[in-house]
């Protein structure tokens, strides 16, 4: 488009309107334009907030691939001779056996119902992603031998303050397997010392699991030398699929593997619902915007017809004339993206900064509404603005090329 066209385009934009709704309708077509971007924006940031926000959480929590009994019985035996075998498979960086059952466990306030999970601990074993960064404690005291039968645990941070549970502090574990006496089966009592305390981010994790070496926990549950679960951890996730079909043909018909996306399947669905509708629903907002574009330009047609006429007159040509009113939609478009990208991103950052929106913990698993920009999103998310803005001055542009000057001026 050549300089003539711009010049004409602004001018016709600044100019002193003789109907006011004209400006008025312009100023709201910009803000119109930048309320869809911001609200695109910020409704992206949202859905990418929760969508890595849960899958780190949940991730660092539990295992890429899951081995698990195909029919649950007495656990998996034999799995010291199975994990070397699984760490040949390509992409898997550790196979972790673990084993966990329910029990109750005495705080100094209350007890609580608790996940016991036993893992190898101590002594160089490769430490769970959830367990290398603990909020208090640490983990040296699995490399001690254990003394007086007080064994060493580690509590979700959530259930430690349920319980009223801090570093060192005496617990006690309630198995219910029991013991057979003459009286009955007797609930089993064990005793530990709390050596640290993690925190996943996640409520139902925090307020519910515990953690122990793999012996004490078989000790508990009352179980040989078995586990119910290998745990494998990827370095690609996304190569799940592929390393639990090689990792089911290894295991035998016995065993299966369950990846993480089958694992949080309903969730992931959820969120891809949700980005969805959200997308669709905000959309409608560029979608009034445009209508307005629209509104503004075909107004400016007729007010501009005797200077359409004159122009034509002068030697401009039909096209040159189209491309003068695309280019004051577009204008307008691009006016309101800019606007809407400074406030959509804006927010984004400052609210994901302060946690100013607050969730309850117990429903959404995290206590705060996470925000995730990505410039990737500014891009689409303009593109989209200024299709729809291009469009809307499809129709008034056209019509303001088919302007007969002899027809427009024979009255003047």
Sequence with gaps: MSRFEWIVALRYLR?????????VITVVSVFGVAAGVAALIIVLAINNGFQTTLEASLLSATAHVNILERVPAYGIEGWQQLVPKLLRIPHVLSATPGLYGGVALKGPMVGSNTVLKGVPLGHGADVPEMLRHLKSGSLAAFDQPIENHVYNIVVGSRLAEQTGIQVNSPVT?????????????VPSLFHFRVAGIFESGLYDLDSTWAFTSLPVAQRVLDLSDVVNTIELRLDNIFTAPEVARAAEAI???????????????????ALRLEKTVSLITVSLIELVAALNILAVLVMLVMEKQRDVAILMSLGTRRQQIQRIFVLQGLIIGGVGCFFGLIAGYTVAILFNHYHWLKLDEQIYAIS??????????????????????????????????????????RYE
């Design 251 to 269: 295991a035998g018909p016995k065993l299966t593997a369950s990846t993480w996306m089958d694992q949080n399947r309903s969730m992931l669905n």
């Design 368 to 409: 705060y509404v996470p925000f995730q920009s990505h410039w990737t999103d500014g891009i689409w998310v303009t593109g989209l603005a200024l299709l729809m803005s291009l469009l809307a001055t499809l129709h008034p542009s056209y019509k303001a090329s088919q302007i007969l000057p002899a027809e427009s001026l």
């Design 15 to 23: 100019a002193k309107r003789k109907q006011t709704a004209i400006s």
């Design 173 to 185: 574990l309630i198995s219910y397997q029991g013991e057979l006496t003459p009286m009955g089966v």
